[in-house]
């Protein structure tokens, strides 16, 4: 068999632990066989980042700005006792912190369904996509314990002075207060990079805050995302036959779990961050959520959503045998590889990556899956480990190529 030609390489970020194995595993067993693989390899394993004081993670951002496609393994985000686990010469910040903040990107979460595994809510028929604003809000704040009685303001100071708004009074016992902020060109970044993604996945975009009770604040969100909704895409909308929407985010949560699916949910930082969490859970797994990063100047980076699974490592280290997911990380690739297509006129290449995720799905619907997966399965599941499980899914995908 000739394997399929590649113009532009992926831009390849390895990464930590029990997802480190099956990354390997993958790309020997599903993708090499198949494809002339060609990719730009940065070791973003943690004892690189140390070697390099971390220039690693910022020279495969900057790759994925040149070339445009990247593919990620999740890695450690160091905390102290990972300092001391790899004996680390600093607390280097999380990989994925510093690529969204040098993309300037937005991530998109979403699950993979599969037949057999019913979500909780049972009319959730198609994949809701979860966007996340990952920028300033609560995750930024300044908070103060006022311990008695005390008055507090809001001060700002700009070319025209000082502005001082009253917040409150406290009585002797005193409470609590916090002052938060966004800015208006992370606002405009995550409503681009929403708006791309639905045309480019052609979906319908909702957005929801709570811009009735927060006034200025929220109400801004809401602003910006109609502004540039009506000046840069609602002819192109339109034309696709997709809606973007606005609603009170109390709506909107009647009306998700109402739906069937099939949308994007754009949240603010902390409503995405609780909303992510609840779609993956009502869906079933996380280790079944693919997660892409995309920047409002159309650069695109594919992981999965869970983490190195540690536990699962410790085990393998241990010589004992691992039943690790390796699904999401499957899709990362496929993600990739699709996109890389796309922007290539590559079409085998696509259509090898839409293969390789039928081929997937295709097995666990067979009976045979990882023991995350048996455990919530509808009807006889064969657990495998995660080799036999790459190797079904191989046996699979060459039926589908032959
Ligand atoms: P995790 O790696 O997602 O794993 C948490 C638990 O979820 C696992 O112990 C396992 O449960 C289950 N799980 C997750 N993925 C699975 C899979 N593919 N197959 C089967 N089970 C799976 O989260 P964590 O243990 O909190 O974090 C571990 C490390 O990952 C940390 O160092 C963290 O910094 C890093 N992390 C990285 C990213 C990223 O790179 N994007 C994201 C999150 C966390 P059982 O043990 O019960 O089987
Ligand atoms: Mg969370």
Same mark, same amino acid.
Do not use: L, M, P, S
């Given at each position: 068999m000739t394997k399929i030609p590649m113009n532009t390489p992926l831009v390849e970020l390895d990464g930590d632990e029990m997802t480190r194995i099956i990354w390997k595993e993958i790309k020997e067993q599903l993708i090499l066989p198949f494809v002339d693989l060609k990719t730009e390899y940065y070791d973003l394993g943690l004892p690189y980042r140390d070697e390099t004081n971390d220039q690693v993670t910022v020279d495969a951002t900057n790759a994925i700005k040149k070339y445009g496609v990247g593919v990620k393994c999740a890695t450690i985000t160091p905390n102290a006792s990972r300092v001391k686990e790899y004996n680390l010469k600093e607390m280097w910040k999380s990989p994925n912190g510093t690529l969204r903040a040098m993309l300037d990107g937005t991530v998109f979460r979403a699950p993979i369904i599969v037949k057999g595994i019913t979500p909780y %809510?049972?009319?959730?028929e198609k994949p809701i996509t979860i966007a996340r604003h990952?920028?300033?809000? %609560?995750?930024?704040d300044t908070e103060a314990k006022i311990e008695g009685k005390a008055t507090a303001e809001l001060v700002y100071t700009d070319e025209n002075g000082e502005t001082r708004l009253p917040i409150y009074s406290y009585n002797e016992n005193g409470g609590i207060l916090l002052g938060m902020y966004n800015t208006r060109d992370s606002i405009s970044s995550f409503a681009r990079s929403c708006f791309n993604f639905a045309v480019d996945t052609k979906q319908d975009l909702w957005f929801s805050t709570k811009d009735t009770i927060s006034k200025k604040y929220d109400h801004t969100f809401k602003d910006i995302f109609q502004e540039i909704y009506e000046n840069e895409y609602k002819a192109k909308f339109e034309e696709l036959g997709i809606e973007y929407f606005y609603t009170l985010i109390d709506d909107a949560v009647a009306r998700v779990v109402r739906s069937n699916g099939g949308f994007i949910w754009a949240l603010k930082n902390y409503d995405g961050d609780v909303m992510s969490d609840m779609v993956a859970t009502v869906f079933g797994s996380l280790s079944m959520m693919t997660s892409v990063l995309v920047s409002p100047d159309g650069n695109y980076e594919y992981e999965a959503?869970?983490?190195?699974v540690t536990r699962h490592y410790y085990r393998y280290l241990k010589g004992e045998e691992t039943s690790t997911n390796p699904i999401a990380t499957i899709f990362a690739w496929t993600g990739a590889l699709n996109k890389r297509g796309e922007m290539d006129g590559n079409e085998e290449l696509s259509a090898f990556a839409k293969k390789l995720e039928k081929a997937t799905l295709s097995t666990v619907e067979s009976g045979k899956m990882t023991g995350d997966l048996a455990a919530i399965f509808e009807g006889d599941a064969e657990t495998l480990n995660t080799k036999e499980f790459i190797a079904a899914i191989r046996s699979n995908l060459e039926n589908l190529l032959k």
């Open positions: %809510i049972r009319n959730w990952a920028f300033g809000d %609560i995750y930024k959503a869970h983490g190195t």
